[in-house]
Every structure is written in C-alpha cells, then in structure tokens.
C-alpha cells in the first residue's frame, strides 16, 4: 500500500464431500484472511489480522467463525 504498510489477503478451500468421510467428519471448509500491517520506523511493526472461516460437518450443522488478532514485531 506504502513504503510502511502491506495488506495482505488470502484464502483457502478444502472440499471432501466426494471422500469417504464419516458422520461427524469435515464436508468442506472454507476460511479467508485480511491483514493489515505498519512498520513506523525499521525496528518495529504493528499487524491486525481479521479470519472468517466457514465448516460444514457431515450430518450436522454448519460453524462459522470471524476472530480478530493484534501482533507486535521488535527487533533487536
């Protein structure tokens, strides 16, 4: 995005229902990723990371999941 921040992007997807998977086992699963990150000055970066992720159970219901994280890098 600038000189001092990157945003990065991606996702994944998995799908087993053509497998011989068993009652209770993943059908298919999905999750995509956004982070954002900022390197004021050379020794230290600051990153937020958001996650979504979808899963189907085989025989059961589905979850969904969105969850935010903070990281500090120092470097020394």
Not at 9 to 36: C, E, M, P, R, W
């Amino acid at each position: 995005v600038t000189d001092t921040t990157t945003l990065n992007v991606a996702f994944g997807y998995a799908d087993n229902k053509n497998s011989d998977i068993l009652v209770g086992q993943l059908d298919d699963v999905f999750t995509i990723h956004a982070n954002l990150i900022w390197q004021p000055v050379s020794r230290f970066r600051m990153g937020v990371e958001g996650v979504y992720s979808e899963a189907d159970n085989k025989g059961f219901h589905s979850n969904h999941n969105l969850r935010f994280q903070f990281g500090a890098w120092f470097f020394f």
